[in-house]
């Protein structure tokens, strides 16, 4: 497997991990929004803030990630490219 295509993968991983983290902040949202926790944190109000934010620092942290993926990509095909 080729660098480009490693990395392909890894962006495509944590893109699926920053939807994951989407999903569990609209289903904690539902639970908070409902007062109907399935969680035990989410029946405090105080923590559930908490937890929010935690998931919401957690994702932007991903994005992170994925950016610097793909500066490393672009860096390898720019590389890749002979000038003629």
Not at 25 to 32: C, D, H, S
Not at 59 to 72: A, F, G, H, N, S
């Amino acid at each position: 497997m080729t660098s480009t295509a490693r990395l392909d993968l890894e962006i495509d991983l944590l893109e699926k991990k920053k939807a994951a983290i989407n999903s569990d902040l609209l289903y904690k949202g539902e639970q908070y929004d409902k007062n109907t926790p399935c969680e035990p944190e989410m029946a405090d109000s105080d923590l559930a803030g908490i937890v929010f934010y935690g998931l919401q620092r957690d994702r932007d942290r991903i994005e992170v990630e994925i950016i610097e993926k793909r500066i490393e990509l672009y860096d390898l095909q720019a590389g890749a490219v002979q000038p003629t």
